[in-house]
């Protein structure tokens, strides 16, 4: 069975907060419901739309396999289920920065994630960003619910 990083469900609070910048990529600001976690996600919404108010599972897992072995970086094609099956946007990418800031209680991390120029910032409890390594490849799966 896949071990999965991390999954909530998360809630579309805002597009574009600091303006539209690109033709088909709307950047979304979303909040989570199980672990309140903040979300700044770049979204290719020509082939994904996605609205204010709007739900979404979100996914980040080390690779597609079921069976929770490593991801070889090549796509074979054939009828081996995977992950991805259940999920309807993906994006592979790689974990470029882990940040913290604040104190005591009010510590909150950050992870940045690259997926080939679409960026993503998670930012939450530390204890969660503490399943990321820097520089490890991850793949985020979204799903409306």
């Given at each position: 069975?896949?071990?999965?990083?991390?999954?909530?469900?998360?809630?579309?609070?805002?597009?574009?907060?600091?303006?539209?910048?690109?033709?088909?990529?709307?950047?979304?600001?979303?909040?989570?419901?199980?672990?309140?976690?903040?979300?700044?996600?770049?979204?290719?919404?020509?082939?994904?739309?996605?609205?204010?108010?709007e739900?979404?599972?979100?996914?980040?897992?080390s690779?597609?396999?079921?069976d929770?072995t490593?991801?070889?970086?090549?796509?074979?094609?054939?009828?081996?289920?995977?992950l991805?099956?259940?999920?309807?946007?993906?994006?592979?990418?790689?974990?470029?920065?882990?940040?913290?800031?604040?104190s005591?209680?009010?510590?909150?991390?950050?992870?940045?994630?690259?997926?080939?120029?679409?960026?993503?910032?998670?930012?939450?409890d530390?204890?969660?960003?503490?399943?990321?390594?820097?520089d490890?490849?991850l793949?985020?799966?979204?799903?409306?619910?």
């Amino acid at each position: 069975m896949v071990e999965t990083l991390f999954e909530d469900i998360f809630t579309v609070t805002q597009k574009d907060p600091d303006g539209k910048k690109f033709d088909r990529v709307n950047r979304i600001e979303a909040r989570s419901e199980q672990f309140d976690m903040y979300m700044l996600l770049d979204v290719n919404t020509e082939i994904y739309p996605m609205r204010v108010k709007e739900k979404f599972m979100m996914v980040l897992a080390s690779t597609l396999n079921l069976d929770g072995t490593p991801d070889t970086g090549y796509f074979i094609q054939g009828n081996k289920k995977s992950l991805a099956d259940k999920f309807e946007y993906i994006m592979h990418g790689k974990l470029y920065r882990i940040s913290e800031e604040g104190s005591g209680k009010h510590v909150k991390a950050d992870i940045f994630v690259s997926f080939g120029g679409l960026l993503m910032q998670l930012r939450g409890d530390p204890s969660i960003a503490a399943k990321f390594e820097l520089d490890q490849k991850l793949f985020l799966l979204l799903r409306k619910v």
